[in-house]
């Protein structure tokens, strides 16, 4: 991680080279010879490249594109989305495991598997061509992060353009946020105990944020909870 290019098969130690340069003494009124590439804000960089996009289609290849994030060159793949894309519910997860960053697919794995249970429970499966019976699913960050981490505060920050033009793009009705992860980057705040089976408008679109499917597994006695907010879910897409 973090290392781009081979430069040679062993370790050189210039301290112990006979020929080490001297000091240049510092040369007045001349202009610097290391030309020193401008540091690049990545938030701003990811904002420039959303710009004009127009697909979703277009976005996935900005995002492929986007050289920032460290975690795209320790992953296989990127992981876009799933799903109907004309889905009136759109589900933002954390972000791929192992499972997922072999198959380029979100919620492939055992959470994965929970979370179309929980969903088919309401009647939406992501393979259904009709709007109102199935979702589309996206996460906060695009590529596996290593051995499963917590996505860093600037990595979700320096992310967020792209899922930002992606809910655009999708606008869907509503917004599920599966987790802290996700309530963080779509909502500001962690606490998914406290904001979870609570509908917030964020502009112009209801977010309903629930425990993520990785966490019932840990701890089936919250499906409880999430069996509530589902049923919430339910009758706020009947009732609209
Ligand atoms: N957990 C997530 O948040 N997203 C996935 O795609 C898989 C597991
Ligand atoms: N922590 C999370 O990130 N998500 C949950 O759903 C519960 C605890």
């Known amino acids: 991680m ?143 992060p290593p051995q499963n981490r917590d996505p860093k505060p600037q990595e979700i920050a320096m992310l967020w353009p792209f899922l930002e033009k992606h809910i655009q793009l999708a606008s869907p009705h509503i917004i599920v946020a599966m987790g802290n992860i996700s309530c963080q980057a779509l909502l500001g705040e962690r606490g998914i105990t406290r904001l979870r089976g609570k509908i917030q408008n964020r502009h112009g679109v209801d977010i309903l944020p629930i425990f993520h499917p990785a966490f019932l597994l840990r701890n089936p006695i919250a499906k409880r909870e999430t069996w509530a907010d589902l049923l919430k879910l339910k009758a706020k897409l009947d009732a609209s």
């Open 2 to 144: 973090g290392v781009d290019e081979a430069v040679l098969d062993a370790p050189l130690d210039r301290y112990t080279l006979k020929s080490r340069a001297k000091p240049q003494p510092a040369l007045q009124n001349s202009a610097p010879k290391i030309y020193v590439e401008p540091a690049v804000d990545p938030v701003k960089a990811a904002r420039v490249a959303c710009e004009g996009i127009t697909s979703r289609e277009e976005l996935k290849n900005a995002m492929a594109a986007f050289k920032h994030c460290e975690l795209k060159h320790g992953a296989r793949n990127l992981v876009f989305s799933d799903g109907n894309p004309s889905a009136r519910v759109m589900i933002i997860g954390e972000a791929p495991g192992r499972e997922e960053d072999q198959q380029g697919k979100p919620f492939v794995g055992r959470a994965g598997q929970l979370l179309d249970r929980m969903f088919a429970s309401i009647g939406l499966r992501r393979s259904s061509e009709s709007p109102e019976h199935s979702f589309y699913l996206a996460n906060v960050l695009p590529w596996r």
